[in-house]
Nanobody, 123 residues
Framework: QVQLVESGGGLVQAGGSLKLSCAAS????????MNWYRQAPGKQRDVVAR???????NYADSVKGRFTISRDNAKNTVYLQMDSLKPEDTAVYYC?????????????????WGQGTQVTVSS
């Protein structure tokens, strides 16, 4: 099986920075797209940033110019550098990935979620 484990969340003042990490482990052949989502209390879970295996990135309009997603394929890890944080960035941040696994001669793709890490930005 596969596990995604996030780290790096915490409490920061507005204008500050945090860097989230998400490490995948287990039976992994290759990781395709990796994503960061966030969910604030009482709101739906929304995608924040996305990075493909070719390092193509996309960002939600609300974080463009402030957040940077990157990945280290050798470590099966995705990062989210968050700068100029605002109180409205407060949420639980989740890592998500499309992971290719191998079973004998067969390959299959499953989507996995991490457990989430809390980010709180104080004003």
């Amino acid at each position: 099986q596969v596990q995604l484990v996030e780290s790096g969340g915490g409490l920061v003042q507005a204008g500050g920075s945090l860097k989230l990490s998400c490490a995948a482990s287990g039976s992994i052949f290759r990781i395709n797209t990796m994503n960061w989502y966030r969910q604030a209390p009482g709101k739906q879970r929304d995608v924040v940033a996305r990075i493909t295996i070719a390092d193509s990135t996309n960002y939600a309009d609300s974080v463009k110019g402030r957040f940077t997603i990157s990945r280290d394929n050798a470590k099966n890890t995705v990062y989210l550098q968050m700068d100029s944080l605002k109180p409205e960035d407060t949420a639980v941040y989740y890592c998500n990935a499309d992971i290719i696994q191998r079973s004998g001669r067969d390959y299959y793709t499953d989507n996995y979620w991490g457990q989430g890490t809390q980010v709180t930005v104080s004003s």
